[in-house]
């Protein structure tokens, strides 16, 4: 089975900090996802990336940024934390036409 | 701009119970995936369609998708309390590269 992995289940920082979410997939796939979810507004794109050192704008990029230095690592970076980007945070890797997206087990994250 | 909308939003029923989940999208696409959710925790796949007419069953859920009316169903059948979680559709599109686009997703409490 597919495995995506998140480094931490549930964060705090302080506004202004600089916040690193990491997301590692153990498959060799290529195009991985970076999402949001939040109450009432459901799941919204970030970034995605479809290789190594290639990445996207998605819906709602803004205060975000993204690093992709190895296929199997996606980051995904709160340059200066604020208190609107308290979220829960999903990682996906793309598993295949057939098979789907595979999602990690989501980083809650609170900025204070 | 690609739209993705479930109904209901909210959907309370009793155990023994049959009902549908819709989810209706707006622009062309022939790869549709279903979700569960439970409080908390991240996104387990459910089910992947990949051609018009295809139907999946798994247990007392069974999807399925046509891509002429745009329109996925997730039916339950005689609900059961373990089924209660929020259920998500989602369409799979190229726009620039391959992405995910989620629906709002169906909140379902199956009470005894």
């Known amino acids: 089975d597919v495995k995506v992995t998140q480094s931490s289940r549930y964060l705090v920082k302080r506004t202004g900090e600089k916040v690193f979410l990491e997301c590692v997939q153990d498959?060799?796939?290529?195009?991985m996802f970076w999402y949001r979810q939040d109450p009432g507004l459901g799941l919204r794109l970030i970034y995605f990336?479809?290789?190594?050192?290639?990445?996207e704008k998605g819906d709602i990029p803004e205060g975000y940024s993204v690093s992709r230095e190895k296929k199997e690592r996606f980051s995904l970076i709160l340059e200066s934390a604020s208190t609107n980007q308290t979220s829960m945070y999903l990682c996906?890797?793309?598993?295949?036409?057939?098979?789907?997206?595979?999602f990690g087990s989501g980083t809650r994250l609170t900025v204070v | 701009e690609l739209k993705v909308e479930q109904n209901p939003l909210f959907l309370s029923m009793q155990e023994g119970k049959n009902y549908t989940i819709y989810c209706n999208y707006s622009?062309?696409?022939?790869?549709l995936y279903w979700y569960r959710q439970d409080p908390g925790k991240s996104l387990e796949s459910l089910f992947v369609?990949?051609?018009?007419?295809a139907v999946k069953q798994e247990g007392r859920l069974m999807a399925s998708l046509d891509t002429k009316a745009r329109l996925s169903t997730l039916h339950i059948t005689a609900a059961v309390h373990d089924l209660s979680a929020t259920y998500f559709c989602?369409?799979?599109?190229?726009?620039?590269?391959?992405?995910?686009?989620f629906g709002q997703g169906t909140r379902l409490t199956i009470n005894p």
């Open positions: 996906a890797s793309q598993t295949g036409l057939v098979y789907g997206y595979t």
């Open positions: 498959m060799d796939h290529e195009n």
């Open positions: 990336s479809y290789d190594v050192k290639m990445k």
């Open positions: 622009t062309t696409s022939d790869r």
């Open positions: 369609l990949l051609s018009n007419g």
């Open positions: 989602a369409v799979d599109v190229l726009q620039g590269a391959q992405k995910l686009v």
